[in-house]
């Protein structure tokens, strides 16, 4: 396995391209189960977790084949498996998105439960419970969810006791197969959501109200395969915000959408950085020391869960102290005590998180622990003084596509090895 080495404390400069976001490409590859036909995606990153989606299709009969550097094409004429094994979703949780489809299409389909992972439980009862609301019969057997409505599904009014990102989009795709009226209450207003209703509806679907908290969806629309550009990716876009601001630097980051960034670049803003944006690119200087703020995470349009840790990682500097709530997950601090190696002062009480900032960081061995906390211990790692060895990056390579390549470029001192060590 391969580590990030950073030798820490220079300055960004220049400009990165931003890549087509993670969690919008997955519902993409999902959504091309609901009909057969080829259909096109395009602005793919290339990344871990679309691998692992593509080897999923693979597996139940799908034709794919790479069109370009980001561009694939999935042929789903014939699908022969309903099935997605443990080993798939132990990897990527989000391989729970291929249910609802499956289910609109081929009237069943079987998968792994989720067990824990990192960043918390992450249950996926509240998708089971709307399947069940429109219609499908579950059974839990040696760990695999069985679903299946041999009469098809039927449209439903679902309230989600809770804002869940897949799990609206889950229900979304089959609520699309499904006979009549679905209403899906309290829904994600996510702007991946957003865009799959987009995918969905240029497919031939009716979907309406995704943004807000109510979305409907007229099901048994014919549907055909089409074309699809896969949106940036607003958590890389503000990963790379923060290493301008702990950096005191400055950079530019174009084919992003800012729009989908507001609560971020408000943050940050408070924290001393000055911002300009377009409508497909932003400008980001970061401010000599951040000021410390107040963050509570929540579902979009509050502030992301999703850069909770990279934004801790600018706050690990500032002068004085700040106080983040994490109300998305339960446990979402596992990198707490990575950068406490690097010298930050952060006290965590419940969801609580007490961060008091220091002068400086220092470089040390870390260990990722999921996707986001590694991405925070590399923007702790560009400010710290000497070299952080951040261990354990297959969780980065899920979700950044040639992180380190992209901060060379604009000044940073890091390269990727191989990690003899032992984990
Ligand atoms: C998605 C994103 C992930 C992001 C998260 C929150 C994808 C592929 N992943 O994950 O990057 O961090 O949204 O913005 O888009 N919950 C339940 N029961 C359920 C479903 C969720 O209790 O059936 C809880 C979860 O444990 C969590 C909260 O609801 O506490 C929100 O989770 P959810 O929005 O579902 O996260 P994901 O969709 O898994």
Sequence with gaps: MDKIVIDGGRRLEGEICIAGAKNAALPAFAATILCPGKF????????KDVDTIIALLKEMGAVINKEGPNAVSVDTERLAHCEVSYDLVRTMRASCLVLGPLLARMGKSRISLPGG?????????????????????????????NADAPDGLVGHKIYLDLVTVTGTENLMMAATGAKGTTILENA?????????????????????????????INGGKPLKAVEMEIIPDRVETGTFMAAAAITAGQLKLVGCN???????????????CKITEGSDWLEITGPARPKPVEIETNPYPSFPTDMQAQVMAVLSVADGTSVITESVFEN????????????????????????HGVGSLSGAQVMATDLRASASLIVAGLAA???????????????????EEKLRMVGANIERKPDRKRD
């Design 188 to 216: 994600a207003r996510e702007p991946e959501v957003v865009f799959l209703a987009d995918m969905l509806n240029k497919m031939g679907a009716d979907v309406h109200g995704a943004g807000t908290d109510k979305i409907t």
């Design 40 to 47: 096109l995606l395009t602005n793919v990153p290339n990344l």
């Design 117 to 145: 992972c990192a960043i918390g439980e992450r249950p996926i009862n509240l998708h089971l419970k709307g399947f069940q609301g429109m219609g499908a019969n579950i059974t839990l057997e040696e760990g695999y969810v």
């Design 385 to 403: 003084k000497g070299k952080t060895h951040v261990r354990r990056v297959y969780h980065l390579d899920r979700g950044y596509e040639r992180i």
């Design 332 to 355: 979402r601090y596992m990198h707490v005590a990575e950068m406490r190696r690097m010298g930050a002062n952060i006290l965590l009480k419940g969801r609580n998180a007490f961060v």
């Design 258 to 272: 800012p729009a989908h960034l507001e609560a971020v670049t408000m943050k940050l803003a408070e924290i001393g």
